[in-house]
């Protein structure tokens, strides 16, 4: 199901790895959204920037 790995050790620190993760993609479409955005086109170099 998942590729690739977290670069962290443990399954808490991961846990929070992905965590923090996703509400930093949710808080990106929540900005694109409000601001009037498409909320697909240039997604990816947001989040790169995050």
Request: proline letters at 2%; a positive charge; glycine letters at 12%.
């Amino acid at each position: 199901m998942c590729q690739g790995q977290a670069p962290t050790r443990g399954l808490l620190t991961t846990q929070r790895y992905v965590l923090g993760a996703v509400l930093v993609y949710q808080l990106a479409l929540r900005y694109r959204f409000e601001t009037g955005g498409d909320l697909r086109v240039g997604l990816k170099a947001l989040l790169k920037a995050a």
